[in-house]
């Protein structure tokens, strides 16, 4: 069976990095596997874009679903450092969702981008036979601003102190145990402790506040592949080496328990709404102090080095390249028939 989730680099070197349209003088970022956004020069400004599949699980609630949708829509585009400020919406629905199913949708991603600032300028809705849940269309963020304010992928530097928000597998509680409860023997408190993490997985404010409070040098979120395919891919970005202390790493109430009784590898499993990050000396303590204003757990991991790749606790990691979480929610899905 052809693996799951986004593709690996060798795809994406055979078969997108060689056909990418026009040579355009005022692209500033193309893509690049594991880079979260590409940037547009427009008039003296940088404009960020950012593209992502949108995903509904009705079985979480539509308000529920479509916050997360929302946010996964706008974190690509936080992590420039530049404030998403533009949405395009396209929804392919299914035939099935209901008026008011669809109206609890949109007016979660109003209320969401009204709070953030963004304006949703463009879309496509509609219905179409053969269109099935959770994949129900795609999003557009633009973040437009002042280039100097920019955030880029490769800015990563020898000397930069390495830090993260949130630890490692925030889906695995806020997501699947959400989802499958029912089908979860773990004792009632864990299970509340890990049901919270939910409303953990957007990096949206994590990475504003970081690159409003100091100088930050590079940001990544930690989707497919989760933390340790974030660390790997922002140092191959900057052409670096992160030295990591694991011992330093926050983990959330419900994540360990939870990544025990799914038997997931929490350093490799998605995580949305973690953010890896590195920030010049002179900025660690302000971000840390920003982030923990905002009552986003944050800590110092590690410091960027000469050299390439990652190396935790002495010993280098790779790239895990699948990630286990697919595995375990196809597994259930078709435990509890969900569609």
Partial sequence: MTDLGKVDRD?????????????????????????????????????VLASDPLSLTPALGFEKAAWFAVHVALSDAAVSGIPPSHLAVT?????????????????TFDREATELGVAIVTGHTARYGGCQYPWVGGATTLAVGD???????DGATPGDHLLVTKGPAIEVPGFLVTLFEDEIDLPDSTLAEAKERFWDMSPVRDALTAAAAGPVTAMHDATEGG??????????????????DSGAVPVLPGVAE????????????????????????GGVDDVLA????????????????EGEGVVVDGEEVSHPEVDPT???????AERVGLE
């Fill in 147 to 153: 280039p100097a304010d920019l955030v880029r992928p």
């Fill in 227 to 244: 933390l340790q395919g974030a660390l790997v891919e922002l140092a191959r970005a900057g052409g670096v080496r992160l030295d990591v």
């Fill in 290 to 305: 920003a982030l923990e204003s905002e009552n986003i757990p944050a800590a110092e991991i590690g410091r960027v080095r």
């Fill in 258 to 281: 939870s990544c025990e009784y799914f038997g997931i590898d929490p350093w490799t499993a998605t995580s949305e709404g973690t953010l890896v990050l590195t920030v010049e000396s």
């Fill in 11 to 47: 795809f994406f070197d055979r078969h997108i990095y060689p056909h990418l349209g026009a040579d355009r003088g005022d692209v500033r970022l193309g893509p690049q596997h594991g880079v979260d956004f590409g940037v547009v020069e427009v008039g003296g400004e940088a404009v």
């Fill in 326 to 332: 697919w595995e375990v929610f196809e597994e259930y």
């Fill in 91 to 107: 929804f392919t629905l299914p035939p099935e969702m209901t008026d008011d199913e669809f109206a609890t949708v949109w007016e």
